[in-house]
């Protein structure tokens, strides 16, 4: 299912609807670094990834967020990847 929607309403719509998935790829405004770590911490609350479920978090390089200092319950880091610096 593909979402073009702002990330977090659509989110917040797809856990009152119960849905659930294998992979999301989120990939907001580069402008609104704000919202990374709001995204993140979303996903580590409300059940939308099913177990062993992947969450790929698109951001501006370098990057703004660093999810290592996030404190999170029930998800975990796996990687990060710079390809390209934004412009």
Do not use: M, W
Not at 2 to 24: G, P, T
Not at 51 to 61: K, M, Q
């Amino acid at each position: 299912r593909l979402i073009s929607y702002d990330c977090l309403l659509a989110l917040k719509k797809l856990v009152k609807e119960k849905k659930r998935f294998n992979i999301v790829y989120a990939d907001p405004p580069y402008k609104a670094a704000s919202q990374l770590q709001e995204i993140l911490l979303f996903f580590d609350t409300y059940p939308v990834l099913n177990p062993g479920g992947v969450l790929f978090l698109e951001e501006a390089a370098p990057p703004l967020l660093d999810p290592q200092n996030v404190t999170l319950n029930s998800l975990h880091f796996v990687d990060s990847r710079t390809f390209s610096r934004s412009t």
